[in-house]
């Protein structure tokens, strides 16, 4: 290249408007998922919520249209959807306008199934029939029974799951080869749980959004005495027993990677994770009363309490409690919950209706 051509800049981006993120199961996708949320309110934008007093797309049944609210009235006039959902294309497209950007995360299957045992232990017959998570990945057939499947979603390849694919198929190397290319079909980006500050860069970059857009809080993390230390024969279990997550997770692990290298580089990425970060840390010194997520029982506002399951203690946030109205709004909005966000940005996108109900104090 001549000198003269480095010199021009490159052309401005805009901001993408319409994004659909294929919210996975204990995969960081509930801090993605406030990103989402904000960025919404933010720009003013329509979100598919869930219709009448669901929290989630129609979970785990398979997307249908009718799934979000207002739907038969607003048509494909959706510019984000981020909600729970198993993937359905097609049914997906009907919401979505014909530009959007569509992208989704996986995470390591090995802390994944550990993570997702803690979570579901009281909901998922395999898991709650065995002692602890090494003792279920010694002989997993012994407690998963495929009469259960719909109960035993979480208890094994739950990402092929939620991608809307059959987590009990045979790993038959032609039919997962077409499912990788169908899912790279369909999806813009698959980001990694495991480099999450990393993932936010590269969602930055290609959605051509500023720094505060991805900027977050990590939420829905559970406290550390709650995992449970898995065997180095039960990481491999977990490999086999989950051989389709297993794959999905190598593939889009390197696509990943060789994305970076092709569109950010390294050494830029470097610097705006150390960007990023630094920027985390003015907001949690300005934000949070401690610069930690506390356990259930030590958070004071019960509106801000996060959704407990299974033997996991789901971490919240304190605020500051002298915070201006400005300053309290926005720490409010990278605090809150899931449940109670949906909730909220319901209220306000669909007035009219019956408020969901959470059991929760709304803010």
């Known amino acids: 290249k001549s000198h003269e051509q480095l010199l021009i800049p490159p052309p401005l981006c805009h901001a993408k408007t319409n994004v659909m993120f294929l919210k996975t199961h204990k995969t960081a996708s509930s801090t993605v998922f406030n990103i989402m949320f904000r960025f919404a309110e933010r720009y003013n ?8 007093q669901l929290l989630h797309l129609g979970y785990p049944r398979t997307f249908l249209a009718h799934f979000v609210e207002g739907f038969e009235a607003i048509g494909q006039n959706y510019n984000i959807m981020c909600n729970h959902l198993r993937f359905n294309p097609s049914e997906v497209q009907r919401v979505m306008a014909a530009n959007t950007f569509y992208f989704s995360i996986l995470r390591n299957p090995i802390p994944l199934l550990e993570s997702s045992y803690i979570y579901y232990k009281n909901n998922v ?3 709650r029939s065995s002692k602890d998570v090494n003792e ?18 979480y208890a094994r390849n739950i990402m092929w799951f939620d991608f809307g694919y059959d987590n009990n198929v045979e790993n038959d190397t032609k039919y997962t080869q077409a499912v990788l290319e169908e899912i790279e079909q369909n999806f813009h980006l698959i ?11 590269l969602l930055k970059h290609a959605l051509c959004w500023d720094l505060d857009d991805v900027i977050y809080l990590k939420l829905n993390s559970r406290s550390r005495d709650t995992v449970q230390t898995l065997t180095p024969e039960s990481e491999e279990r977990i490999k086999a027993w989950c051989s389709l997550d297993w794959k999905l997770y190598l593939h889009f692990n390197q696509s990943f990677w060789r994305r970076i290298e092709e569109t950010i580089g390294l050494e830029m990425l470097q610097k705006e994770v150390d960007q990023l970060r630094t920027r985390q840390k003015e907001l949690m010194e300005t934000c949070l009363s401690e610069q930690e997520a506390v356990g259930k029982d ?13 033997a996991a203690n789901i971490l919240g946030y304190n605020l500051k409690q002298d915070l201006d109205n400005r300053t309290l709004r ?7 919950p899931e449940l109670q966000y949906t909730s ?4 306000v996108q669909h007035p009219h209706k019956k408020r969901k109900q959470l059991g929760l104090p709304l803010l």
């Open 330 to 336: 926005t720490c409010q909005k990278m605090v809150m």
């Open 125 to 127: 017959p395999a898991f």
């Open 298 to 310: 030590h958070i004071r506002n019960k509106a801000l309490l996060p959704f407990q399951s299974g």
């Open 344 to 347: 909220y940005l319901y209220a």
């Open 136 to 153: 279920f990945l010694a002989s997993p057939t012994k407690y998963y029974h495929s009469a259960d499947y719909r109960q035993n979603i």
């Open 191 to 201: 980001l990694i749980a495991d480099y999450f500050d990393e993932s936010m860069i």
């Open 45 to 52: 934008l329509t979100v598919a919520l869930p219709a009448d």
